[in-house]
């Protein structure tokens, strides 16, 4: 071993990216707040009100075409046969969610509006008199 050789040593910082990165792990894992800000309340509200009354229409709107395109594969696949009323039956069953789920969009939006309306607008009232400030 030589010992002549003295020890050298460099140290290198991080890049401003490394840093980033680094700083969102660390923060996926410190606890978090309970109490949440009004802006992060506001966010959760208004998500709520839309998104609930859009994921009742779509399920409707699947629901139903898969019915409906059902129907119509057994009357074309079976045509001149006894499967032709069963087809057609589930296909007009199939309708009644596709046409329904427009209005039930309106309403469950309607609704929900009036349920959360008043503290999104207080809410937002409050977040916006503190940026005027």
């Known amino acids: 071993m030589d010992t002549n050789k003295p020890y050298e040593y460099t140290y290198t910082a991080p890049t401003e990216s490394e840093r980033k990165v680094a700083e969102d792990i660390r923060r996926r894992y410190q606890p978090t707040e309970k109490k949440d800000t009004a802006f992060m309340q506001l966010k959760k509200l208004d998500q ?3 998104s609930v ?8 709107g699947i629901l139903g ?3 409906f395109g059902g129907g ?8 001149l046969s006894h499967y032709l009323f069963v087809g057609i039956s589930l296909s007009v069953v199939g309708l009644a969610p596709i046409l329904s789920a427009y209005p039930t969009y309106c309403k469950l939006s309607k609704k929900y509006k009036d349920k959360y309306g008043d503290e999104i607008i207080r809410l937002s009232d409050e977040i916006l008199n503190e940026s005027e400030e």
């Open 53 to 60: 009354p859009m994921i009742v229409a779509l399920s409707l």
């Open 72 to 79: 119509m594969a057994i009357v074309l696949e079976k045509l």
């Open 65 to 67: 075409t898969l019915l």
């Open 48 to 50: 709520k009100a839309r």
